[in-house]
């Protein structure tokens, strides 16, 4: 898949400071050469963006949207609300509350409008659940996760043998 392809992940964050943990699910995205697109898209600054966004991204052609934001963190809840595509939410840490906040505001969905939460920070994770998500109807990204988990457990593997060496 070449980066040029119609986006089908989309990664949204409230705000560009967000970036700095969302650059980590977009390496994970381009590193298995998945077509995504990122974006900054604000609930409570570009509310009426969101509605757009949210509401036009199946139609565009995204299957996933990972959304990230920090303190009160309405982004992917709001984002989930208005569409059927999964959603994964990142709560991005802030200085004040270490992401406690984000991460309750993301995690903490009323049942029907499901948000995929990984852990504060955890933006890697988030690229790699979409891929997965994308991998569950494409065969060829599957079998590369799978040789990515195989890399993980040769990893250990080689530190253990560096330990008894
Ligand atoms: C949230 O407010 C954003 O997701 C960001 O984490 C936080 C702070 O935004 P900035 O003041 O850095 O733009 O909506």
């Known amino acids: 898949m070449a980066q ?3 986006p089908i992940v989309g990664v949204i964050m409230g705000s560009d400071s967000d970036f700095t943990v969302m650059s980590d699910a977009v390496q994970v995205l381009r590193d298995f050469g998945i077509p995504h697109e990122v974006e900054v898209v ?3 600054r570009t509310p009426e963006k969101m509605v757009d966004y949210a ?3 199946a139609a565009r052609g995204l299957r996933v949207i990972i959304a990230g934001a920090g303190g009160a963190a309405h982004l992917p809840g709001m984002v989930a609300s208005m569409t059927t595509l999964p959603v ?3 709560p991005v840490p802030l200085a004040k ?3 406690l906040d984000s991460l309750l505001s993301i995690v903490q969905m009323p049942g029907g409008i499901p948000v995929a939460t990984v ?3 955890g933006a890697k994770n988030a690229g790699l659940l979409a891929a997965r998500i994308i991998g569950s109807a494409d065969p060829e990204l ?3 996760l799978d040789e990515y988990a195989r890399g993980l457990t040769e990893m250990v593997e080689e530190k253990n043998r560096a ?3």
């Open 4 to 6: 040029s392809a119609t």
């Open 42 to 44: 604000s609930a409570h």
């Open 55 to 57: 509401r036009g991204a």
């Open 88 to 90: 994964v939410g990142v």
């Open 97 to 99: 509350l270490d992401g």
């Open 119 to 121: 852990s504060i920070g």
């Open 142 to 144: 599957a079998a590369r």
């Open 163 to 165: 330990l008894q060496a």
